[in-house]
């Protein structure tokens, strides 16, 4: 199989642990609404091991996918998992229906949560753990320093943080060394230019959810149609192909259950854009 993957480059989380930097992230698999087994169980572990196969090396995923469902499939489909694959998973976030989600950064149930995904992910160690949203309700110290405590048992490899502020960052590397942020951002959505740009300074992995804004930069009269007519490419490629683009630190984690689309984002990798493209796109979106 060809490594469509590749040619996006390497990024070394923590400064240490090196993945390609188009990955795949597992948050459209389960039902709608984010909730339940998804539609087609065979196909699912089929665009996770398609996804190896052509050189993706970093999964996203998170317990409240489901919830468990996402952790359980990539286990399914991946375990024993290849020296190279990196999983990182989040806890922060209950849920309590389709579409549906609550923060909760209680320090024990961050713990049981990390405990939890452990043995759904057939762990004894997570690359990547992420807090994925700040608890409003308890100290930020608390929280993050829950899995600080869970580092130090070897429990967690690296922190990462989601949807914060550069404040809010600062806060947080008072009490952990913080490798990666996860915020929303695409061509059509940056208010969290300032923190990327930031992170770009510090060499703090960016994973910019919504990657492709759910469809809407992708459509054949959107914004990036004719940008893609002129590369012979999608509108999906060419919004990942900026996204690489726009910074080193940048992992975008494109999901989908399709293999189609699987395929053709991960393409992406290998789109080079001038600096008039760049900028032109930035425009248009």
Not at 5 to 10: C, E, F, M, V, Y
Not at 88 to 106: H, S
Not at 165 to 175: M, P
Request: aromatic content about 6%.
């Amino acid at each position: 199989m060809t490594n469509l993957a590749a040619p996006s480059g390497t990024f070394r989380i923590g400064g240490e642990l090196p993945v390609v930097r188009l990955g795949y992230g597992t948050m459209q698999l389960p039902g709608e609404g984010v909730w339940g087994p998804p539609k087609d169980h065979d196909a699912a572990i089929a665009v996770l091991r398609r996804a190896v196969e052509i050189g993706i090396t970093f999964f996203d995923t998170a317990d409240s996918y489901g919830p468990d469902v996402a952790e359980d499939l990539l286990r399914e489909a991946l375990h024993p998992y290849a020296d190279d694959v990196v999983i990182a998973t989040k806890a922060g976030l209950t849920r309590q229906g389709p579409g549906v989600w609550t923060p909760l950064g209680q320090p024990a149930y961050l713990r049981q949560e990390v405990e939890i995904s452990l043995r759904r992910l057939g762990l004894e160690r997570i690359d990547l753990f992420q807090l994925h949203r700040i608890d409003a309700a308890y100290p930020l110290a608390d929280q993050v320093g829950e899995l600080k405590a869970l580092q130090d048992e070897g429990k967690i490899r690296h922190i990462g943080l989601s949807e914060v502020s550069v404040a809010q960052l600062k806060e947080a590397q008072q009490t952990a060394d913080i490798v990666s942020v996860q915020n929303l951002y695409n061509l059509a959505h940056r208010d969290s230019e300032e923190l990327l740009d930031h992170c770009s300074g510090e060499g703090i992995a960016f994973i910019p959810w919504f990657p492709l804004a759910t469809g809407q930069l992708s459509k054949q009269d959107g914004p990036l149609a004719a940008a893609a007519k002129q590369h012979d490419a999608t509108p999906s490629q060419l919004a990942l192909a900026w996204l690489l683009q726009r910074s080193p630190v940048m992992l975008p984690i494109p999901g989908t259950s399709s293999l189609d689309h699987l395929d053709s984002n991960t393409a992406a990798a290998s789109i080079q854009l001038t600096d008039d493209e760049f900028s032109a796109l930035e425009q248009a979106a």
